[in-house]
C-alpha cells in the first residue's frame, strides 16, 4: 500500500488548491481514507474524511469550504480546498483509514501555504 500526495503549494488568503492523493496496491473508492494536517507548532489535525460506506465527514473549520471525492477510474482522492485561510496553512497528509484513527497507511505529506 502507498499513497501518493500532490497539489500543493503557495498560495494567497482566499485562494483555491486541490490536493491530490494517488493510491497503490488498493482500491481508494472502496476504502475509508481521511486528510489530516499539521502546522508548525500544532497538534495533528483531522481535517475530512470519507467512510467506506462514502459517509463524508468534515470538521467544522472546513465545512463549505473543502470537498473531498474519489475518482474510481484514477485510482486517486482529491481534496479541493477554497477560500483557503492562513489557518489553513500545514503539511497535509492522506490517510487510508477512518478519520480520528491514527493507524493506517500515510503519504508523505504536502505543503499547503496560504499567505495573507
Known amino acids: 500500500v502507498r499513497l501518493v500526495e500532490s497539489g500543493g503549494g503557495l498560495v494567497q488568503s482566499g485562494g483555491s488548491l486541490r490536493l491530490s492523493c494517488a493510491g497503490f496496491g488498493f482500491t481508494i473508492s472502496t476504502s475509508a481514507m481521511s486528510w489530516a494536517r499539521q502546522a508548525p507548532g500544532k497538534v495533528l489535525e483531522w481535517v475530512c474524511g470519507v467512510g467506506d460506506d462514502g459517509t463524508l465527514y468534515y470538521i467544522d473549520s472546513v465545512k463549505g469550504r473543502f470537498t473531498i471525492s474519489r475518482d474510481h477510474a484514477k485510482n486517486t482522492m482529491y481534496l479541493e480546498m477554497n477560500s483557503l485561510k492562513p489557518e489553513d496553512a500545514a503539511l497535509y497528509y492522506c490517510?487510508?483509514?477512518?478519520?480520528?484513527?491514527?493507524?493506517?497507511?500515510w503519504g508523505q505529506g504536502i505543503q499547503v501555504t496560504v499567505s495573507s
Open positions: 490517510v487510508k483509514g477512518q478519520i480520528g484513527v491514527r493507524g493506517g497507511y
